[in-house]
């Protein structure tokens, strides 16, 4: 085969491989936040956005996802477009049966105290690994994992044209909340790799530019994103608050800020990009002593909130809420509402 026919080939074959994923006359893309054991909410949400759609607008070509988002995303992922309805059932009953057992442990022969002395981190999060190894599979349509490469600060991707043991590997980076759970230093770069929230807390730029990669332009690309907390800034009570509350309460007001600026940043940058689907708590989350409490109690709690306030996004037009979440944070930035997301919605009504 001559040079000439060589390069045809393989363009041909860049063709069909993208045909292969834009195979509509939109790309649906999703973008899920981190959050510890608040993906629970997340969950609930996104089952409910997915009962209450048109089926043909809810086939998501691309998702993306953070820490507790990331391992969402390999959950829905597995199965194809058109079977949505059947992801979101496997990710509530994934979620009805997780327990702190499954996601970490104290070290052998002196608990914490031995992480802060000994260890890399609090808690050994060996079940996490051994979890996510056996929960997550090979991705049927377009994944976004992202992690913060500790030696440099940047964010590092990885998507579903990586191995399947690679792609597991990088969920459990994106999840590993930096002190509580072991980084993650064996994905073959000899790099050191944690949560990605620390330095995109939610990935809506890798989801647009996937769908931009499959040959879109901006006004046929829906955005989707849903938060777990960082979107709001509620009041609290931290008077009493000790270490471990009081630094999880400074990394909230951080995250909050970094994903006020990514949120603004995105809708700025992608002008004619349909951004659709803004769902955020509007009820306080209190925050846990550990990042990942799994009580089942709070599990269902959460889930049925996030079905809640999926349902109210569900019910206005589309951007609505993107445009409620940037007026509380202008109000909030300037000192005109001293309340929380909830009582900025209710002085709305």
């Excluded at 609090?122 to 992202?146: C, D, H, M, T, W």
């Excluded at 989801?207 to 009041?235: E, P, Q, R, T, W």
Aim: contains cysteine; negative net charge; glycine residues 8%.
């Amino acid at each position: 085969m001559n040079k000439f026919a060589t390069t045809c080939a393989i363009l041909m074959m860049c063709v069909l491989a993208v045909s292969a994923k834009a195979d509509g006359e939109y790309c649906y893309a999703l973008a899920l936040q981190g959050g510890g054991d608040k993906g629970a909410y997340q969950a609930g949400a996104l089952a409910q956005i997915i009962e209450d759609s048109d089926p043909s607008e809810i086939q998501y070509d691309v998702v993306s996802g953070v820490s507790v988002g990331s391992i969402n995303a390999g959950y829905f992922c597995e199965f194809p477009k058109g079977q949505e309805l059947d992801a979101v059932e496997s990710m509530l009953n994934r979620w009805d049966h997780l327990s702190s057992d499954k996601v970490y442990k104290n070290w052998k022969w002196g608990g914490p105290v031995r992480g802060i002395f000994k260890e890399k981190s609090l808690y050994n999060s060996s079940p996490l690994r051994e979890y996510l190894q056996q929960e997550i599979k090979e991705p049927k349509r377009g994944i976004i994992v992202a992690a913060t490469n500790a030696h440099l600060g940047t964010q590092k991707i990885w998507d579903e044209n990586d191995s399947l043991e690679t792609l597991q590997k990088a969920i459990l980076a994106s999840s590993s909340f930096p002190g509580f759970f072991e980084p993650v230093d064996d994905l073959g770069d000899g790099v050191t790799y944690y949560d990605g929230g620390n330095s995109y807390s939610v990935n809506i730029f890798g989801a647009i530019n996937k769908c931009v990669d499959y040959g879109f332009d901006y006004d046929h690309i829906v955005v989707d994103v849903i938060m777990n907390s960082g979107a709001v800034l509620n009041k609290m009570n931290v008077s009493d608050y000790k270490t471990l509350p009081m630094v999880m309460r400074y990394l909230e007001i951080e995250r909050y800020y970094d994903t006020m600026e990514l949120l603004e940043r995105a809708l700025q940058d992608f002008e004619g990009v349909n951004f659709r689907y803004l769902v955020v708590p509007s009820k306080k989350v209190e925050p846990t002593i550990i990042p990942m409490d799994f009580s089942h109690k709070e599990i269902q709690k959460m889930i049925k909130e996030g079905r809640e306030d999926a349902k109210k996004v569900l019910s206005e037009e589309h951007g609505a809420n993107y445009r409620k979440v940037l007026e509380f944070h202008q109000l909030k930035m300037n000192a005109q509402f001293k309340g929380d997301y909830a009582e900025f919605l209710s002085a709305r009504e």
